[in-house]
């Protein structure tokens, strides 16, 4: 196999541990902290997870090794979308699994969680491994979105396990793959499987946080991804002085990455999803506030700017997921055939204008015809719409050019608008992970080891303190049902990880918030340059400044 220069040097870069497990194995000791309980709806989780309910937090120290020394087989499995550092997360465990015993086998289950439905594995060997080190990407195993979650795979995931004599299962996923590792657990201890399931915090998304995960892995590489190719948007649009960039990242719901590259690269405009629901934005509200933005600068002679969109943002207009709701009642079940076989756009329009309210309808006219028509040809298996195919890049950019056309009009605003639209995404979620995704990733894998050394079962490997230098970060665990809380999901009350939104009176969003008026006028373009692998610590080896801002620094 032909491999870059950097892929070679990578090869050779040495994941950095925090101090605690630096000193081999033998020298790692457990101490034990407070019971916890969950973060919400306490008596009806712990109802739910009799066996995994109210265990200790639990920190890795210098001192005797005390865990029992029984060999181990253990099951990996790579969950949901790609995140940067998931390599590392394997290898962590790999090695410490065989600096602990030459014997134990690490076994990766292909294609996500139905890999282990089906009993798909590659056992893992020292050449295999070394391909993969620090590299981007998810094709160790490969990934998948299916969910382990009814009594019945569990039953499947217990027979597989048996079969191989597995003795601990690591799920490396984010907050739904992490309530399913939980429930998983749970089934394993009360059937005495004596098969533990151990998991690691991943998603780009960064919305898998809370007081004690600081980040989920792949957030610092993908919004580096990201804020490098918008300061390089940035820096062309100072240059040409002639457009309008209007940039959609991702991030599902949350809108952590769009305001982490918002904070990376001081952009004219960034829209947080949660402050448009907590405002109850309206589009026009919306387009008249980037509008806003547009107008003052083309004052000061510039007709350019840079605006970012959280994919997420479509979710959170009040009046627009109305709409959306509607629209998936419009079509449900046979309805989509009837709507599908109308000869024109013409037919399709009045179908659509019979079956919405008013107040929907007055939404949906306002819409680019192009926005329409996603709405109703892009649908998931469930038969929703599939919000995060909605262009909403473009959506913005034309609600713009009508406000800034009725401006004209008025006489309001005489500058040139030109727009281009681009979607950030699937850039970021398989570039070589940073050297911080790259250390914290191999130290989350590392410590989930130790978690299974010391027999924990519905832990989530936790690695903190991390806007220190590695040294001081701080190795342990945390049991899954600590972030659990009861939510109502399709029409039932379930046993989830809250999910962590952008909190509006938190640091990062304080900052971005102080700023921003001067950034929408202004050209304060900040230009944060390629992820640096080699170089100093200050350059190579910085977290994100959503971190730091939470940590106070
Ligand atoms: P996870 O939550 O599984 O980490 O995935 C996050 C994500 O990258 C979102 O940002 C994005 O909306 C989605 O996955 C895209 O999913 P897919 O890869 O299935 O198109």
Known sequence: MKISPLQKARYEYTPKLPGMLRNGIAEI????????????????????????????????????????????????????????????????????????????????????????????YIEMTDEYIDQYRNTGGFDIIGSGRTKLETPEQFAVAAEVCKKHGITAIVIIGGDDSNTNACTLAEYMAANNTGVQVIGCPKTIDGDLKNEDIECSFGFDTATKTYSELIGNIERD??????????????????????????????????????????????????????????????????????????EGIVEFVPEFSVLIAEINELLAGEKTEEFNALPSWDAKYEFIKAGLTKESMSVFEILPQGIQQQLFLERDPHGNVQVSLIESEKLFAALVADKLAERKAAGTYTGKFATQHHFFGYEGRCAFPSNFDADYCYSLGYNAFMLIQYGFNGYLSKVSNLSKPAEEWVAG?????????????????????????????????????????????????????????????????????????????
Not at 243 to 257: D, L, P, T
Not at 483 to 496: F, L
């Open 237 to 310: 649009a100072n240059s040409a002085k002639k457009y309008w960039h209007f940039i959609k990242v991702m991030g599902r719901s949350a809108s952590h990455v769009a305001l982490e590259c918002a904070l990376e690269t001081q952009p004219n405009i960034c829209l947080i999803g949660e402050e448009v629901a907590a405002k109850k934005m309206s589009l026009s509200e919306i387009a008249d506030y980037i509008a806003d933005s547009v107008e003052k600068r083309a004052a000061n002679g510039d007709n350019f700017g840079v605006a970012i969109i959280p």
């Open 29 to 120: 000791s457990v101490k034990e902290g407070e019971a916890t309980q969950s973060v919400a709806d306490q008596e009806k989780i712990a109802e739910l997870f009799p066996n995994t309910y109210g265990k200790p937090e639990i920190t890795f120290i210098k001192g005797q090794n005390t865990a029992a020394d029984k060999k181990q087989v253990v099951g990996v499995i790579l969950s949901g979308g790609q995140a940067p550092g998931g390599h590392n997360v394997v290898s962590g465990l790999y090695d410490a699994l065989k600096a602990t015993n030459k014997d134990n086998v690490l076994l990766g289950f292909k294609g996500g969680p139905s890999g282990l439905l089906e009993d798909k």
């Open 477 to 553: 665990g945390m049991p899954i049902t600590k972030m659990m809380n009861m939510e109502r999901r399709n029409g039932k009350d379930k046993p989830v990880i809250r999910k962590a939104l952008t909190e509006l009176d938190g640091a990062p969003f304080k900052y971005f918030e102080a700023h921003r008026d001067q950034w929408a006028v202004e050209t304060a373009f900040l230009f944060p340059g390629a992820i640096q692998y080699y170089g100093p610590a200050s350059v190579c080896d910085i977290t994100t400044r959503t971190l730091a801002l939470e940590k106070g620094e």
